[in-house]
């Protein structure tokens, strides 16, 4: 988590979603579309699972000129959106995937989040595969422009009903080659460092050897909710590697110890990579006051 330090004005708008049924070769569901001040949302689905027993879906938000939408931790402002599908039938796990985000600053704030329409990747894991699938979420996400608007809708899709087209089928998979891919050997990150002294997190990334000069490497990071943590900085960029740092805002104690996972994306262009730390592993040095144990 990172800590929000500014609040929002917010205003109130709530939708419902609703089926619509569509016939074709294809099998997807999707749920109409619904209006709110500065974007429009729906669902869609397949409504066979995979052979994993898996449901791909997104959660379409279509943002009208000048609105944004946040990351799933936006930074200094910003609502994060959720996504809670917990009512649902024959559904037991789900799995929400985050597009890459962009670093904005506007009149609210500096925080990660979208310029431009996106879907955001659903995988919903089937109890049964061969069984009936009855979706029920509650959605929940900000929107901003000259204010800021939480979006609530309500969605209730049953599977069995649907047929849809194959440019549904199209957006379910296109959504996911906007989304990071797993770290290389010449873009990674080669190292995590907490710092007691200054109870911040140092992050040594590796670039690949030749980029524009003019490509600023980016770092976005949630970290458990205990421990909130600020927007990386970048402090330094040479030889091939680059350095950011992370300020903690409770101070971690042998009582208290860092814990938790940490996630990070590295971003370099248009290329993106994700990892995740354990926080106490190995894998995460610490420091301090000038004593290393990895």
């Not at 995937?97 to 670093?103: A, F, I, L, R, S």
């Not at 990747?121 to 959605?139: F, V």
């Not at 608007?149 to 959504?175: C, G, H, R, W, Y």
Request: negative net charge; aromatic residues 8%.
């Amino acid at each position: 988590m990172i800590k929000a330090l500014t609040s929002l004005p917010l205003l109130s708008a709530t939708i419902v979603a609703t089926s619509t049924l569509l016939i074709s070769d294809s099998f997807a569901a999707s749920s109409d579309w619904q209006e709110a001040e500065g974007a429009r949302v729906r669902v869609v689905t397949q409504s066979v699972p995979d052979e994993n027993g898996v449901l791909k879906a997104v959660v379409e938000v279509d943002l009208e000129p000048g609105w944004k939408t946040y990351w799933r931790e936006p930074g200094s402002s910003g609502i994060p959106p959720l996504f809670n599908f917990s009512e649902s039938e024959n559904v037991k796990d789900v799995k929400v995937h985050y597009p890459v985000p962009t670093m904005i600053n506007d009149a609210t704030g500096s925080y990660a989040g979208y310029e431009k329409s996106l879907a955001f990747p659903i995988d919903l894991k089937t109890e049964n595969a061969e069984g009936d699938t009855h979706l029920q979420a509650d959605i929940f996400l900000g929107v901003c422009k000259d204010i800021c608007v939480p979006i609530s809708a309500q969605i209730d899709l049953d599977l069995k009903e649907f047929q849809t087209s194959s440019d549904q089928m199209t957006l379910i998979e296109n959504a996911r080659f906007n989304l990071p891919t797993q770290p290389a050997k010449d873009f990674n990150l080669k190292q995590a460092t907490y710092h007691g002294d200054s109870n911040s997190v140092e992050f040594e990334l590796t670039l690949p050897t030749f980029y524009p000069p003019n490509m600023k490497p980016e770092i976005f990071i949630q970290g458990p909710e205990k421990w909130p943590m600020t927007q990386p900085k970048l402090m330094s960029t040479e030889d091939g590697s680059v350095r950011f740092r992370s300020d903690i805002f409770d101070q971690p104690n042998a009582d208290d110890p860092l814990e938790g996972q940490l996630y990070v994306l590295m971003k370099l262009g248009q290329r993106s990579v994700e990892t995740t730390l354990e926080l106490g592993t190995s894998l995460l040095c610490q420091h301090q006051v000038g004593t290393t144990s990895c």
